[in-house]
């Protein structure tokens, strides 16, 4: 790296593979019979979508919101605001929202209320890193990959102002070690 950011393994590209087969044969077996919509939340989700969608072993369409939330740059806030809506009717459709990170919970509640109000036949969510110690407001999970309590992740698609999404596991960025 090119300045002096600390970075910390926390899930090696192999771990996050082994969870993300578990979490798709979860999924086929659940959505058995059905033509779910994966709906990813960009832009974090890009990687954990692309792996997800090859492994489940369903028909499936597949489509993007963005969300913005204002806050500081790495909490959110209640306020969020969609960026890009779903271009693929929903309506009667389940729907399986994949997101990268769960936090406050704020921004997929917000989801979830915005898309209830399409009409889908259900709403699920798959999240690949949950921070439950953090949350703020209740939202139901249904999928998660890893449980984490805190700290700040990037990598597998998640940045931090746009950088290191390209790494191919998860790692904490200058995590705390002895007050360094
Ligand atoms: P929430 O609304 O649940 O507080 O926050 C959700 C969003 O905040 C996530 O979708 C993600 O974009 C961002 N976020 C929360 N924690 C982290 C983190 O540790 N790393 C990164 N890169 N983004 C995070
Ligand atoms: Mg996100
Ligand atoms: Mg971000």
Do not use: H
């Amino acid at each position: 790296m090119s300045d002096n950011s600390q970075i910390k393994v926390v899930f090696s590209p192999e771990e996050i593979q082994r969870r993300v087969r578990e979490l798709a044969e979860q999924i086929t077996s659940d959505f058995a019979g059905q033509e779910p919509i994966m709906l990813g939340v960009l832009k974090g989700c890009f990687i954990f979508l692309s792996d997800l969608v090859r492994q489940v072993d369903l028909p499936l369409e597949i489509d993007f919101v963005r969300l913005a939330s204002y806050g500081s740059s790495d909490t959110s806030s209640g306020r969020v605001q969609l960026v890009k809506a779903p271009e693929i009717s929903i309506k009667g459709r389940p729907v399986l929202v994949v997101e990268d990170i769960i936090d406050t919970g704020n921004t997929l509640k917000w989801l979830v209320e915005y898309l209830e109000g399409m009409q889908p036949s259900s709403v699920n969510l798959c999240v690949l890193v949950d921070k439950a110690e953090r949350r703020e407001v209740e939202v139901e999970v249904d999928y998660v990959g890893f449980k984490v309590p805190d700290g700040f992740l990037v990598g597998y698609g998640l940045d931090f102002d746009e950088r290191f999404r390209f790494l191919p596991g998860i790692y904490e960025l200058n995590p705390q070690r002895g007050g360094a």
